[in-house]
């Protein structure tokens, strides 16, 4: 090759090794925003992957799939630990997506599509809320963001947390939960979520959680709490380069 061309792809080199150290640096920081010991058992989420490992003394025992927040409503990187679970959970909306969402939705189909996806409409979120008839409900306020309501659905297959969430008290409000939507884990690229996240197999991190016998769910379709024998730490990342 010409000493032009040799100089073009030396340039094209180095500019890819700089990019590559940049990405490097960046996941460098991410990693030591982490704890210094991570613990013997632990759950490390990587939202850029969307995927999820279960460590056992400093291995990785088990992997799947998840699903983690669509654009402009991202997985935050964060650090918990899971101390319970809900079986045959309630899925409880945030605000904002009731507003932008299911609000307009009543506005233009009527108080029946809230009942047809097994929502109850609550006044608050307090532990002993008013149930409201949802026919009352003034739902072109509620979409304009004048007026707030709870909406919860019931448990059930219908139910967009499955049958297990996985929680770990936070201000945002992010847990793993189980998932009916299954058609999402067969994506290369999955950003589907409000922020939670999505399991490819909720059953096993439940097992392995509990020791490796899960406990049953509850015969009934209503909520039931059971705490972890030991709280176990989970982290959630977002690594662009990994070893």
Not at 43 to 65: H, Q
Not at 165 to 171: A, G
Request: glycine share 6%; charged share 25%.
């Amino acid at each position: 090759p010409s000493p032009s061309a040799l100089a073009s792809s030396f340039t094209a080199a180095g500019a890819f090794a700089a990019t590559e150290r940049a990405t490097i640096r960046a996941n460098l920081e991410r990693l030591r925003a982490l704890p210094r010991d991570l613990g013997k058992r632990f759950v490390l989420v990587d939202t850029a992957s969307a995927r999820l490992w279960m460590y056992e003394n400093g291995r990785p025992v088990r992997s799947m799939k998840t699903v983690v927040g669509k654009p402009g409503m991202e997985t935050p990187m964060m650090a918990g630990l899971i101390r319970f679970v809900a079986l045959r959970p309630y899925w409880n909306l945030p605000p904002d997506l009731v507003r932008d969402s299911y609000a307009p939705k009543a506005v233009k189909e009527g108080w029946r599509s809230i009942v047809k996806s097994r929502f109850e409409v609550l006044s608050d979120w307090s532990e002993s809320p008013k149930k409201l008839d949802p026919r009352k409900v003034d739902w072109a306020a509620v979409a304009a963001g004048t007026e707030e309501v709870r909406l919860r659905q019931l448990p059930g297959a219908q139910n967009m947390m499955g049958m297990v969430k996985f929680m770990f008290p936070n201000e945002l409000g992010i847990y793993l939960h189980d998932t009916p939507g299954r058609w999402a884990f067969k994506e290369a690229s999955r950003r589907y979520s409000s922020g939670c996240v999505r399991l490819e197999d909720a059953k096993a991190l439940l097992a392995w959680a509990f020791g490796g016998k899960a406990p049953p769910l509850p015969k009934e379709n209503r909520e039931k709490a059971v705490n972890l024998p030991a709280p176990v730490p989970v982290y959630i990342t977002y690594l662009t380069a990994m070893p």
